[in-house]
């Protein structure tokens, strides 16, 4: 057979009864972001939480058929972007992954910003770019910063960040009592101090790290009950968070965080730093203005600052500003074959 014939393949068009989605998929130090382009019904309801809700009653399977494997895998992750819901804004956005959809997610903030901003659906305006994003946990500023012609980098100023429990302790089974805090950052985490769980930060613990995130958070869970001041979909746990000392000489702190259904973020987490400034700064640890260098567990890092102190319902918070920068990696066409039995994607952990 000759190459040629392989342009045969490449004219090959579906048939017309087979659903198509467009997707660009990029990442954020590490983490996954792909973003719906075509093909997804339009999102019903006058709010973000409200579209949210409606996407996973009546379209839940395609989370699941890009999110899951054979199209995706158990730590993907993924971006909706919606028309605004807030006077200024200039789009909302819902987040996707391998267990449904979260709150608020600062890679993938950096990451659709730079896209927008690089591909013109927000024009560019050096030095800095500003742009208002609709979250399910609150208005988002993020600015892309300009440099030739292109975007060098982004920081974004997320929702109040506070600290919700401080130094409670809780049996796990397996492990014994483990000590932990709660933040807020845009979802509500778990912090855990590594030694304190008896685990390491680096791919090769990638197995232990889920195993015993899981197990604390499902123990956290049991023990203590979440009230966000504002949203009641946002009353609940999305993970657990290990911190302990940077591997490089170029961060201050490791992170690694272990949310949704055992998922692993290869970035720092942007929701999870925001709620480590809150952590550190109401426990006397963190002025305000004092930047933290925080790496992944590959190695990425973000900067992360708590700039300002804040009120938020009955809880003292800061605003944290995140650093951080994406790439993008390809634009993938997908096709859902309505003969497939497998189209609405399967899950291996």
Not at 228 to 249: K, M, Q, R, W
Not at 252 to 260: G, M
Request: hydrophobic share 40%; proline share 6%.
């Amino acid at each position: 057979m000759s190459w040629g014939k392989l342009k045969i393949i490449e004219a090959w068009t579906p048939p017309a009864h087979w659903q198509k989605i467009v997707t660009l998929d990029a990442h954020t130090g590490g983490e996954p972001l792909r973003i719906y382009l075509s093909g997804l019904p339009k999102l019903e309801g006058s709010t973000i939480l409200k579209r949210r809700r409606y996407m996973h009653e009546h379209l839940d399977h395609l989370r699941t058929a890009l999110m899951w494997e054979p199209r995706g895998h158990a730590d993907q992750y993924g971006c909706i972007i919606t028309p605004p819901v807030t006077e200024g804004a200039d789009f909302g956005v819902l987040f996707l992954h391998n267990e449904g959809y979260s709150t608020m997610c600062g890679h993938a903030i950096i990451a659709v910003t730079k896209i927008a901003v690089e591909t013109g659906m927000i024009p560019m305006q050096a030095p800095v770019t500003t742009v208002k994003i609709d979250a399910p946990a609150g208005l988002i500023t993020s600015y892309a910063r300009i440099e030739n012609g292109h975007v060098k980098n982004v920081y974004f100023h997320n929702v109040p960040s506070f600290l919700y429990a401080k130094d409670e302790i809780v049996n796990v089974p397996g492990l014994g009592e483990i000590r932990y805090d709660i933040a807020f950052g845009g979802a509500f985490y778990a912090y855990v101090k590594a030694e304190d769980a008896n685990v390491g930060m680096t791919g090769d613990d990638f197995r232990e790290l889920i195993e015993k995130g899981m197990a604390i958070k499902r123990a956290v869970m049991a023990a203590t009950p979440l009230k966000h001041p504002v949203e009641e979909d946002l009353n609940f746990l999305y993970g657990t968070i290990f911190y302990g000392p940077a591997l490089s000489e170029n961060a201050d702190s490791r992170n690694v965080c272990i949310f949704a259904e055992g998922e692993v973020d290869r970035s720092p987490t942007g929701t999870g730093v925001s709620g480590r400034m809150a952590l550190h700064h109401f426990k006397g640890e963190l002025e305000i203005n004092q930047p933290m260098i925080i790496e992944s567990i590959i190695g990425s890092s973000f900067k992360a600052t708590a700039i300002k102190n804040v009120t938020f319902g009955p809880h003292e918070a800061v605003i944290a500003e995140v650093d951080g920068n994406a790439h993008i990696t390809g634009i993938n066409t997908f096709y859902i074959d309505p003969d497939d039995p497998l189209r609405h994607g399967f899950i291996l952990r």
